[in-house]
């Protein structure tokens, strides 16, 4: 497949994935069996996009969350959204000094995506029967730290969804409000891991990247997550997360299908 091609693809699946509860790492590693492998800096890269798509979407939060801390409740809201970021922080750099790297093989991203929509269809129900509250708890803020950390352990699971049902499962029965928190604290996290896979990359993948396709990777992915995530924030307003939870299940059982035994 032309290279520019499979790069545009491969932006698209990182845009539309990254912040929907789908699994972006479990979609790009799938893909990546049929398109082609492509280097660390050409993934880092690409994410970085879907993340700039969101920081423009939030854009106004941000910059009211950093000029307002003289206010008690931005104050206090931007050290939850702290609090998260450095949980996830200590356990991803635990992982990392205990040796741990992503699998590459499509079996354990299938039961991901199996066994984490079996538990979005049952924290949709349990969520259902809690009250509706809007506030982020520091239980709630601790939870979702933890969460980040576990979804980036095991590729398939989705941090978004992992965050997001955390918190409604906490205590915050309002799925705006889960979501926005979800995605805020997504931002420094997705920065940090992106500016540290960046930091390990060798001098050898800048040198054979294909610069131009790459650029057009990082726009694709910028744009198609900016419409992915404006549609998510105005489903999520009157429907339930349902059909993402019956596609991974069935995503992952074509998966386990189709792998060789």
Same mark, same amino acid.
């Given at each position: 497949?032309?290279?520019?091609?499979?790069?545009?693809?491969?932006?698209?699946?990182?845009?539309?994935?990254?912040?929907?509860?789908?699994?972006?790492?479990?979609?790009?590693?799938?893909?990546?069996?049929?398109?082609?492998?492509?280097s660390?800096l050409?993934?880092?890269?690409?994410?970085?996009?879907?993340?700039?798509?969101?920081?423009?979407?939030?854009?106004?939060?941000?910059?009211?969350?950093?000029?307002?801390?003289?206010?008690?409740?931005?104050?206090?809201?931007?050290?939850?959204?702290?609090?998260?970021?450095?949980?996830?922080?200590?356990?991803?750099?635990?992982?990392?000094?205990l040796?741990?790297?992503?699998?590459?093989s499509?079996?354990?991203?299938?039961?991901?995506?199996?066994?984490?929509?079996?538990?979005?269809?049952?924290?949709?129900?349990?969520?259902?029967?809690?009250?509706e509250?809007?506030?982020?708890?520091?239980?709630?803020?601790?939870?979702?730290?933890?969460?980040?950390?576990?979804?980036?352990?095991?590729?398939?699971?989705?941090? !978004? #969804?992992? /965050?997001? $049902? %955390? @918190?409604?499962?906490?205590?915050? +029965?309002?799925?705006a409000?889960?979501?926005?928190?979800? &995605?805020?604290?997504?931002?420094?996290?997705?920065?940090?891991?992106?500016?540290y896979?960046?930091?390990?990359?060798?001098?050898?993948?800048?040198?054979?990247?294909?610069?131009?396709?790459?650029?057009?990777?990082?726009a694709? !992915? #910028?744009? /198609?997550? $900016? %419409? @992915?995530?404006?549609?998510?924030? +105005?489903?999520?307003?009157?429907?339930?997360?349902?059909? &993402?939870?019956?596609?991974?299940?069935?995503?992952?059982?074509?998966?386990?299908?189709?792998?060789?035994?």
């Amino acid at each position: 497949m032309n290279d520019l091609l499979s790069a545009i693809i491969l932006g698209i699946i990182e845009g539309v994935t990254e912040f929907l509860p789908i699994s972006s790492t479990g979609h790009l590693l799938i893909a990546e069996r049929w398109l082609g492998h492509r280097s660390d800096l050409f993934n880092i890269v690409i994410q970085a996009g879907a993340i700039l798509a969101v920081v423009v979407i939030y854009r106004e939060r941000l910059w009211n969350l950093a000029t307002g801390l003289g206010d008690p409740r931005n104050r206090e809201y931007a050290l939850k959204l702290a609090l998260a970021f450095g949980i996830t922080a200590v356990l991803g750099l635990v992982a990392v000094k205990l040796g741990y790297s992503l699998p590459d093989s499509v079996t354990p991203i299938a039961w991901a995506l199996i066994v984490g929509g079996v538990w979005m269809l049952l924290a949709e129900w349990l969520a259902a029967r809690q009250p509706e509250r809007s506030e982020i708890t520091w239980r709630v803020a601790a939870l979702v730290g933890v969460a980040q950390a576990v979804a980036g352990v095991f590729p398939g699971t989705s941090r !978004s #969804a992992a /965050t997001i $049902f %955390v @918190a409604l499962l906490a205590g915050t +029965g309002n799925r705006a409000a889960a979501t926005e928190f979800a &995605f805020l604290v997504g931002i420094p996290t997705m920065f940090a891991a992106s500016a540290y896979e960046l930091a390990k990359a060798h001098g050898a993948d800048a040198a054979h990247e294909d610069w131009g396709a790459l650029g057009v990777a990082f726009a694709v !992915s #910028a744009v /198609t997550a $900016f %419409v @992915a995530v404006k549609w998510l924030l +105005g489903y999520i307003r009157t429907h339930r997360f349902t059909p &993402f939870a019956i596609y991974r299940i069935a995503l992952g059982i074509v998966l386990l299908a189709a792998v060789p035994a």
